[in-house]
Nanobody, 124 residues
Framework: VQLVESGGGLVQPGDSLRLSCVASGITSENYAMGWFRQAPNDRQGVACI???????FYSDSAKGRFTISRDSAKNSMSLRMESLNPSDSGIYYCAVRLSPSTRTLCVRGSGASWGQGTQVTVSS
């Protein structure tokens, strides 16, 4: 599986940003895709979506501000981030796990394939 992220950048607090991820080489129709943020000590799941029914899972910090969506025809996924604050800064990674459970992907992150990451910096 290959994952290519795009859309990161430098924004001010309160701004919005959209991240995109294009996947190739996924051999199953049942999988979960998601976004992770690299924190100083670990990589944290932000939002995940299932290919089976587009069900979603969000971290507490992402709920109400971030929206994850998927385009199955393009094998792509997006993360719309609004009301950004400095604590949202970090490298954001796209991930795919060949199991449709969004919670398993977002909470554990184990067994996933990863992209190279895109930097998001929220600063005034």
């Amino acid at each position: 599986v290959q994952l290519v992220e795009s859309g990161g950048g430098l924004v001010q607090p309160g701004d919005s940003l959209r991240l995109s991820c294009v996947a190739s080489g996924i051999t199953s129709e049942n999988y979960a895709m998601g976004w992770f943020r690299q924190a100083p000590n670990d990589r944290q799941g932000v939002a995940c979506i299932s290919s089976v029914d587009d069900s979603t899972f969000y971290s507490d910090s992402a709920k109400g501000r971030f929206t994850i969506s998927r385009d199955s025809a393009k094998n792509s996924m997006s993360l719309r981030m609004e009301s950004l604050n400095p604590s949202d800064s970090g490298i954001y990674y796209c991930a795919v796990r060949l199991s449709p459970s969004t919670r398993t992907l977002c909470v554990r992150g184990s067994g996933a394939s990863w992209g190279q990451g895109t930097q998001v910096t929220v600063s005034s």
